[in-house]
């Protein structure tokens, strides 16, 4: 077969035979591979579409079946800062619909990281699938494609419609609230879609004939996650129990109690609903909001059947409820995690990634509806992700990557997926895969007994009885998982190459894998005394330094910090709280002042709030005394800038070395290639110039 047809399993997620001698490549390269995502197939013809990130140019690739050949169906020619999102299909796989540029922040700005005096937006837009200019839709987002050709989406908190084909102006669903997530009907006659009231929450139903819009059983609680039966006949959503105003709210810093939840089923035409199903009241009974955005919290399958994501276990598993209620079947047992799931065609399939049988990876796994046939697709070290089938039901795309190779999409069948996987797009021969690492998995124990997995990347050219300088990484999130290959998420993709590029340079890296990440099961992600409530996890950066000064290949006093997000927060605290271990850092966009800006949370104890800030690195400038290097973009909508500005305010006062790279107009997950390669070139360099000593 044509070499970029084929990529055999042996060849991408084997181990493959590398040199011994370790040959410098530029941070350039290592991060010169494209990230795909967004991948999704059409209900015709065997089409299945992706994005991908070419060092900042975004754009839309396809391929058809039989020979699946990729081919670039946008031209975005610049590293200009607009994301694309939303991928779909029309329902005769001829037009591709997409969104393209960010969220508006608190202020209503759309990210413009260019600081373009032209300004940006956030738009719909469509293209036909042989090519072409595209076309702008309007102003929005989330679109939602119906068989008779509409588009509906959101746009300033209202829903609107459109013509596929742009022949009439859209129109606006003038409902009071902020108006969301749209679903059509399989047939296109009615759009559900969730109507926000602040404290309540309504399933709305718009009817396009009648033009009129009815709410399914109006109540004081919140429903949300609308979705239809196969028959466009009955509506399930889920519904939560309302909460008194003076509740404390947020993840961070509130104190944890269970959020229950219920599965409803309406009468779509009637808009009467009942409650078929209810969680229990436990922790594990709470409400998986992590299944939002990796598969949908429900799912309306074959013979009158949802399949449903829940922890009721202690692990975020799948099961099938009939739509007329009873006990729910357990789908995907085991002490692991379902992380990503879509169905086949038919509806009598699920397939899903989890880490089932191998922790610190992600394999691709089917099951039936009914509990049957559930089967692991391989066992070769790897990472593969986001599994769609494509219209045939025979073939499936997916996402994968290995410890040396990065994502890529792939193909494969139901008949052979054991043993041959298509790649659809080749390597670049100048990415630098035989000179890269293959990371090793450490587990050891925190000062609380808890067993600690991370990721270790050796330098090559290690020699018996040299001491290198070592660097700790924390990912953000915190709902996060560091792997033993690359990331399966364009950031930690990015982390992943600098990991590979800092173990190239001669660092000794430790990927760690703290308390309150996923991966490890709820109780683990959920752990006590986390974040704002005490900083629990902080002792796993603590005893991932003390189990690198252990070994004989690291030098205990150049042990250092870089992290991202929580992993800035995680950084910062690292550092002022103890020093004497970590002798520097660098700290992207971290949280320094839990209560800062009331950002997370409301209604929180007064002594609550002195125990989150007691748990932030403001509380230790004191006795910081290891020199930093602040990475931060200003319009960050995730962690404010202003948590920096504070921080380094405060460690001035204390003459403590400080460096700084701010990036104006760019948000928390850097918009333009150029940021990334420019922030970690800082920190490599800032590194360089505290650890490293001529010679090594």
């Not at 108006?179 to 718009?206: C, K, M, Q, T």
């Not at 004989?552 to 800035?568: E, F, M, T």
């Not at 004497?580 to 409301?602: E, I, M, R, S």
């Not at 931060?632 to 405060?650: A, C, I």
């Given at each position: 077969?044509?070499r970029?047809a084929?990529?055999?399993?042996a060849?991408?997620?084997i181990?493959?035979?590398?040199?011994?001698?370790?040959k410098?490549?530029?941070?350039?390269?290592?991060?010169?591979?494209?990230?795909?995502?967004?991948?999704?197939?059409?209900?015709?013809?065997?089409r299945?579409?992706?994005?991908?990130n070419q060092?900042g140019r975004?754009n839309?690739?396809a391929a058809?079946g039989?020979g699946f050949t990729?081919?670039q169906?946008t031209?975005?020619?610049?590293?200009?800062g607009?994301?694309?999102s939303g991928?779909?299909?029309?329902?005769?796989s001829?037009?591709i619909?997409?969104?393209r540029?960010?969220?508006?922040?608190?202020?209503?700005?759309v990210?413009n990281a260019?600081?373009n005096?032209a300004?940006t937006e956030?738009?719909v837009w469509?293209?036909?699938?042989?090519g072409?200019?595209?076309?702008r839709?309007?102003a929005?987002?989330s679109?939602?494609?119906?068989?008779?050709g509409?588009?509906?989406?959101?746009?300033?908190?209202?829903i609107?419609?459109a013509?596929?084909?742009?022949?009439?102006?859209?129109?606006?669903?003038?409902v009071r609230?902020?108006?969301?997530?749209?679903h059509?009907?399989?047939?296109?006659?009615?759009?559900?879609?969730?109507s926000?009231?602040?404290?309540?929450?309504f399933i709305g139903?718009?009817?396009?004939?009648?033009?009129?819009?009815q709410?399914?059983?109006p109540?004081v609680?919140?429903d949300?996650?609308?979705a239809w039966?196969?028959d466009?006949?009955?509506?399930?959503f889920?519904r939560?129990?309302?909460e008194a105003?003076?509740?404390p709210?947020?993840?961070?810093?509130?104190?944890?109690?269970p959020h229950?939840?219920?599965?409803w089923?309406a009468?779509?035409?009637a808009?009467?609903?009942?409650e078929?199903w209810?969680t229990?009241?436990?922790p594990?009974?709470?409400?998986p909001?992590m299944?939002?955005?990796?598969g949908?919290?429900?799912?309306?399958?074959?013979?009158n059947?949802?399949?449903?994501a829940s922890e009721?276990?202690?692990?975020?598993h799948?099961?099938?409820l009939?739509?007329?209620?009873?006990v729910?079947?357990?789908l995907?047992?085991?002490?692991?995690e379902?992380e990503q799931?879509?169905f086949?065609?038919?509806?009598k399939?699920?397939?899903?990634?989890s880490?089932?049988?191998?922790v610190d990876?992600?394999?691709?796994?089917?099951?039936?509806?009914n509990g049957d046939?559930?089967?692991q697709?391989e066992k070769?070290?790897?990472?593969?992700?986001?599994?769609v089938?494509?219209?045939?039901g025979?073939?499936?795309?997916?996402?994968?990557?290995g410890?040396?190779?990065?994502?890529?999409?792939?193909l494969?069948?139901?008949?052979?997926?054991?043993?041959?996987?298509q790649?659809?797009?080749p390597?670049s021969?100048d990415?630098p895969?035989?000179?890269?690492?293959?990371?090793?998995?450490v587990?050891?124990k925190?000062?609380?007994?808890?067993?600690?997995?991370?990721?270790?990347?050796?330098?090559?050219?290690?020699?018996?009885g040299?001491?290198r300088?070592?660097?700790?990484?924390l990912h953000?999130?915190?709902?996060?998982q560091?792997?033993?290959?690359w990331?399966?998420m364009?950031?930690?993709?990015?982390?992943y190459a600098?990991?590979q590029?800092?173990a190239n340079r001669g660092?000794i890296v430790?990927?760690l894998?703290y308390?309150s990440?996923?991966?490890?099961?709820r109780?683990?992600?959920?752990a006590?005394?986390?974040?704002?409530r005490?900083?629990a996890e902080y002792?796993?950066?603590?005893?991932?330094g003390k189990?690198l000064?252990?070994r004989?290949?690291v030098?205990a006093?150049?042990i250092?910090?870089w992290?991202?997000?929580?992993?800035?927060?995680?950084?910062?605290?690292?550092l002022?709280?103890?020093?004497?271990?970590?002798?520097?850092g660098?700290?992207l966009?971290?949280?320094?002042d839990?209560?800062?800006?009331n950002?997370?949370?409301k209604?929180?104890?007064?002594?609550?709030?002195?125990l989150?800030?007691d748990?932030s690195?403001?509380t230790s400038?004191n006795?910081w005394?290891s020199?930093?290097?602040?990475i931060?973009?200003?319009d960050?909508?995730n962690v404010?800038?202003?948590q920096t500005v504070d921080?380094?305010?405060?460690?001035?006062e204390?003459g403590?070395?400080i460096?700084q790279?701010?990036?104006?107009?760019?948000?928390h997950?850097?918009?333009?290639?150029?940021?990334?390669?420019?922030?970690?070139?800082?920190?490599?360099d800032?590194?360089?110039?505290h650890?490293?000593t001529p010679?090594?």
């Amino acid at each position: 077969m044509k070499r970029q047809a084929l990529l055999c399993a042996a060849v991408l997620l084997i181990v493959m035979p590398r040199a011994n001698a370790q040959k410098p490549f530029t941070l350039e390269q290592v991060m010169s591979a494209p990230f795909p995502a967004n991948l999704t197939s059409a209900k015709q013809n065997n089409r299945v579409a992706w994005t991908m990130n070419q060092a900042g140019r975004r754009n839309i690739w396809a391929a058809e079946g039989p020979g699946f050949t990729a081919r670039q169906i946008t031209k975005y020619n610049q590293d200009d800062g607009q994301e694309l999102s939303g991928l779909g299909f029309s329902a005769d796989s001829n037009t591709i619909v997409y969104v393209r540029g960010g969220g508006k922040n608190t202020a209503g700005q759309v990210p413009n990281a260019l600081s373009n005096p032209a300004g940006t937006e956030q738009a719909v837009w469509t293209v036909a699938w042989s090519g072409g200019e595209p076309k702008r839709i309007d102003a929005g987002h989330s679109p939602d494609i119906s068989s008779r050709g509409m588009i509906a989406y959101a746009k300033d908190g209202q829903i609107w419609i459109a013509p596929l084909d742009g022949a009439e102006k859209p129109q606006q669903l003038v409902v009071r609230g902020q108006d969301l997530d749209p679903h059509w009907s399989p047939d296109g006659s009615r759009l559900a879609f969730v109507s926000e009231r602040n404290d309540h929450a309504f399933i709305g139903v718009y009817d396009v004939a009648a033009k009129a819009v009815q709410f399914v059983a109006p109540s004081v609680d919140s429903d949300g996650d609308p979705a239809w039966s196969l028959d466009g006949r009955r509506i399930a959503f889920v519904r939560r129990p309302a909460e008194a105003r003076d509740a404390p709210h947020g993840y961070f810093i509130a104190p944890d109690k269970p959020h229950p939840w219920a599965v409803w089923v309406a009468d779509a035409a009637a808009g009467t609903a009942k409650e078929i199903w209810h969680t229990s009241a436990t922790p594990q009974g709470s409400f998986p909001y992590m299944a939002e955005d990796t598969g949908g919290v429900i799912n309306s399958v074959a013979n009158n059947q949802l399949v449903i994501a829940s922890e009721e276990d202690g692990w975020q598993h799948l099961y099938a409820l009939s739509i007329d209620g009873g006990v729910p079947k357990l789908l995907t047992p085991g002490d692991c995690e379902v992380e990503q799931w879509s169905f086949t065609p038919d509806k009598k399939t699920i397939l899903f990634n989890s880490n089932c049988n191998d922790v610190d990876r992600r394999h691709l796994w089917s099951v039936d509806i009914n509990g049957d046939h559930l089967s692991q697709w391989e066992k070769l070290n790897g990472i593969k992700w986001s599994p769609v089938a494509l219209s045939d039901g025979k073939a499936v795309a997916y996402l994968g990557s290995g410890e040396t190779v990065p994502a890529t999409p792939l193909l494969t069948t139901f008949a052979d997926h054991a043993t041959v996987n298509q790649a659809l797009m080749p390597l670049s021969r100048d990415f630098p895969a035989d000179f890269l690492v293959e990371p090793q998995q450490v587990k050891f124990k925190s000062g609380d007994g808890l067993e600690i997995h991370g990721q270790l990347f050796l330098p090559k050219d290690a020699k018996p009885g040299e001491k290198r300088p070592a660097l700790v990484f924390l990912h953000g999130g915190p709902m996060r998982q560091m792997l033993l290959g690359w990331h399966y998420m364009y950031y930690y993709s990015n982390s992943y190459a600098m990991n590979q590029y800092l173990a190239n340079r001669g660092y000794i890296v430790l990927a760690l894998n703290y308390r309150s990440g996923i991966g490890y099961g709820r109780a683990f992600r959920e752990a006590q005394g986390r974040a704002g409530r005490g900083a629990a996890e902080y002792q796993d950066v603590v005893a991932a330094g003390k189990y690198l000064q252990s070994r004989s290949d690291v030098d205990a006093k150049r042990i250092g910090l870089w992290g991202g997000s929580y992993g800035g927060y995680l950084t910062a605290l690292g550092l002022g709280r103890n020093s004497d271990l970590f002798a520097a850092g660098v700290d992207l966009h971290g949280v320094h002042d839990w209560p800062t800006d009331n950002w997370d949370g409301k209604n929180i104890p007064a002594e609550l709030t002195k125990l989150a800030h007691d748990s932030s690195p403001v509380t230790s400038v004191n006795t910081w005394k290891s020199p930093v290097l602040f990475i931060h973009g200003d319009d960050d909508r995730n962690v404010y800038f202003t948590q920096t500005v504070d921080l380094v305010s405060r460690l001035r006062e204390n003459g403590v070395e400080i460096e700084q790279l701010v990036f104006p107009d760019d948000v928390h997950d850097f918009l333009l290639h150029r940021n990334w390669l420019a922030a970690y070139h800082a920190a490599s360099d800032f590194f360089d110039r505290h650890f490293k000593t001529p010679g090594n």
